[in-house]
């Protein structure tokens, strides 16, 4: 997902809000490369670099906004940070594989360039990464809701692994909750985690909570649309046949226009602050956004 100014802007996405996305993006880059940097003299090193390259950091955002709009009174947000960004790392790279994509990012999908053996152990790597992450915070729910992301991640993508849309069609309701478990999950996680990491009472933690899960199915319809039609993905199960589509797409764009409304909902709990408006932002822009 491009992260386009022009179309953050023009949903009420302010020049200050981009100064401080600029900061906070240029901050996870560093954080990101500081971590990879304790590994400089691992055979992983150099597959890794290649592997977070590229990426939009989203999640990352997520966590360190949310982190703000609870007022962060003494967290250390970076780390979970990278952790998060870390986390989807590790899934796409075995998403690409099952779904047998060649590129991701302009470039080859770590499969194609690295092979499957080291597709496998470079994810496994990281998931030990986050583990030495999660153990630098005395809080443990850092590492329980990385743990719950990760078990619910793996449960979503099995359950779309076993669909095969030749013979097995599914219904709205089916498809929210797998994409709940393989996509929504991490948004959630990364919000979570910015609230109980930045000190948030428990009412601002459930609704951040809310806002992540509402706002990531929001992002995941979005997508499915951008890449309707295209074989092997989830949407395939959808329709019948192609003359269904004028029915289907229309209530997919009305469904995440309104998961982006509960998601904006969501945030009525917490304090007005620009990191609260920037919030509202994204979850506008997950419904609008081109590509």
């Not at 991640?153 to 099995?158: K, N, P, R, V």
Request: one cysteine or more; a negative charge.
């Amino acid at each position: 997902m491009e992260l386009s100014y022009l179309e953050l802007r023009d949903i009420g996405y302010t020049d200050s809000q981009k100064e401080k996305t600029d900061r906070y993006l240029a901050q996870v880059e560093g954080a990101l490369h500081r971590e990879l940097q304790k590994y400089s003299d691992s055979r992983f090193h150099g597959p890794l670099a290649y592997a977070i390259e590229g990426g939009k950091r989203i999640r990352p955002l997520i966590l360190l906004f949310a982190g703000e709009s609870v007022g962060n009174k003494s967290g250390d947000l970076f780390p979970a940070a990278v952790a998060v960004e870390l986390l989807h790392t590790e899934s796409i790279t075995h998403d690409d594989i099952i779904d047998e994509e060649t590129s991701r990012r302009d470039r080859f999908a770590f499969h194609v360039k690295y092979g499957y053996g080291a597709s496998l152990l470079t994810a496994d790597f990281v998931f030990g990464m986050i583990l030495d992450i999660a153990s630098r915070y005395g809080d443990p729910r850092v590492a329980q809701e990385l743990s719950t992301a990760a078990l619910r991640m793996c449960e979503g993508e099995l359950w779309e692994l076993k669909i095969d849309p030749s013979v097995y069609k599914i219904g709205k309701e089916e498809y929210i909750q797998i994409i709940s478990l393989k996509t929504a999950a991490l948004f959630q996680t990364s919000a979570k985690l910015g609230a109980i990491i930045g000190g948030g009472s428990r009412e601002e933690i459930s609704a951040l909570s809310s806002y992540g899960l509402q706002l990531g199915i929001a992002y995941q319809i979005q997508d499915d649309l951008l890449d309707w039609g295209k074989e092997g993905k989830i949407t395939s199960s959808l329709a019948v046949n192609s003359d269904q589509d004028n029915e289907i797409l229309p209530q997919m764009r009305k469904m995440a226009r309104s998961y982006a409304t509960k998601a904006k909902h969501d945030l009525k709990a917490l304090e007005e602050s620009e990191s609260k408006r920037y919030l509202e932002a994204l979850a506008e822009f997950s419904a609008e956004r081109l590509q």
